[in-house]
């Protein structure tokens, strides 16, 4: 054996049988043991001792000009020497037929990671709202974060099976469901792109998986869990901010998105009134500024004054988070449930609101539906929720938030206060402050 090569690449030929292969040892820097019977079939010994058969070709027609590639075909030890030859000789077999299964490995490895996938799929339809991306952003961020620098083809039916589980123990059935539904379509035109490459929650379907199934949950009567919930959000939740966050959906029937991402600049405090831009509907919303909006904004406009700069944009600041604003908040539901003792989750608040309105004021629908953004394209009634304006809006959104307040408070001497303090000037506090 000669090792004066300066790769220190054995110059050794020899039949690639197991006493053979078995004795060949290892050096300090890798070297190969040619087979003497079929041309570019070989053995690479490394320095830990591991040997792995190799197949060295040139692909194409120039001969001796083409480049020299090289396949690894397998482990020794995970195949015999016999079983490599087989598969040495199938290989060349292909490189005779014209194929390169060196340029095909590194275009198997060139599969995009997760990551890759999603900046792909959030860019393919520009026409996506804001809100819809800022969810599908949080989805990849809080539960598929770890996966995001694997290869698509790394994520298997059995890593969705028990993420799925996970999220469904940690944040909610739906939550559970939605992520897997953004991972399904993520996966789709990757899949149209690499030949071989499989949908792994596909394959968890095909293989028994299901989602949770979607039942509408039902709410007590307001005058039983609102003073329930009232109790379990003040002794579970230590943010004031986060607190505000839920009085604010208790007061206005919001979905928890466009509040977390309400900004100051969509808040006139002048004339009373916010506007929330992006909402699931696609209409925008404008809503008054009742007496108890009134003071949770007082709150946190207090607060702003001690909040970093660039994040004083929002109403619901957050440095924690990467998108600046307070979010995720899902992780009290469990905790205001066990501490109030009436199941709680944030769509119970609107749902709460609508119930408040429709059979304790009894207000008419279409009302209802402008205060908490009902009304959808495909509804008869939109043309006529559209028509009440802001004013119109003003003395039932403030029946319907006191109400609420006297369901909650159940007569406290508390609650009166609550309902008949003043209206906090807003207007007069934000030129004080930027004074």
Not at 392 to 397: H, K, V
Request: aromatic share 8%.
């Amino acid at each position: 054996m000669s090792n004066t090569s300066s790769k220190r690449i054995a110059k050794l030929r020899i039949t690639l049988n197991k006493r053979n292969v078995d004795a060949l040892k290892p050096e300090d820097k890798p070297w190969i043991a040619w087979d003497d019977r079929l041309t570019g079939f070989g053995v690479k010994v490394h320095p830990t001792g591991a040997k792995s058969f190799i197949v060295n070709y040139r692909a194409g027609d120039g001969g001796r000009k083409a480049p020299n590639k090289r396949v690894v075909i397998g482990r020794y030890g995970k195949i015999t020497p016999d079983q490599a030859r087989r598969l040495a000789q199938e290989t060349l077999g292909r490189v005779a037929g014209g194929d390169d299964p060196a340029g095909e490995r590194a275009e198997a490895r060139a599969i995009p990671t997760l990551q890759d996938a999603v900046d792909d799929y959030m860019a393919a339809n520009p026409k996506r709202g804001d809100s819809t991306n800022t969810a599908y952003r949080r989805h990849a961020r809080l539960h598929l974060g770890d996966w995001m620098g694997r290869p698509l083809d790394a994520i298997t039916r059995r890593d969705v099976e028990a993420r799925f589980n996970r999220i469904g123990e940690e944040s909610g059935m739906e939550s559970a469901n939605h992520v897997m539904s953004f991972l399904r379509s993520v996966y789709r035109r990757p899949c149209v792109d690499h030949d071989g490459l499989r949908n792994p929650v596909e394959q968890w379907l095909a293989g028994g998986g299901r989602f949770n199934t979607r039942k509408r949950r039902k709410i007590s009567s307001p005058a039983e869990v609102l003073p329930r919930w009232r109790a379990g959000i003040e002794a579970q939740v230590e943010s004031a901010a986060v607190r505000d966050i839920f009085w604010f959906g208790l007061y206005t029937g919001m979905r928890v998105g466009e509040i977390e991402a309400l900004r100051w600049d969509r808040v006139d405090l002048d004339a009373g009134l916010f506007r929330v831009e992006e909402t699931k509907t696609g209409e925008p919303l404008e809503l008054p500024v009742t007496r108890q909006l009134s003071a949770i904004l007082a709150r946190r406009l207090a607060d702003r004054a001690a909040t970093p700069p660039h994040l004083r944009v929002w109403v619901f600041p957050s440095p924690k988070s990467a998108s600046g604003h307070i979010e995720a908040i899902e992780g009290y539901y469990a905790r205001i449930t066990l501490a109030g003792g009436a199941k709680f989750w944030f769509h119970a608040l609107r749902n709460c609101f609508i119930t408040v309105s429709e059979r304790e004021l009894l207000l008419p629908r279409t009302l209802t539906k402008r205060l908490v953004n009902h009304a959808r394209p495909s509804d008869v009634t939109e043309g006529y929720a559209a028509d009440w304006t802001v004013e119109q809006l003003r003395e039932p959104a403030q029946r319907v938030a006191d109400r609420i307040d006297e369901l909650m408070y159940a007569g406290e001497a508390e609650g009166a206060a609550v309902r008949q303090a003043p209206s906090w000037n807003l207007g007069g506090a934000a030129k004080a402050m930027a004074g």
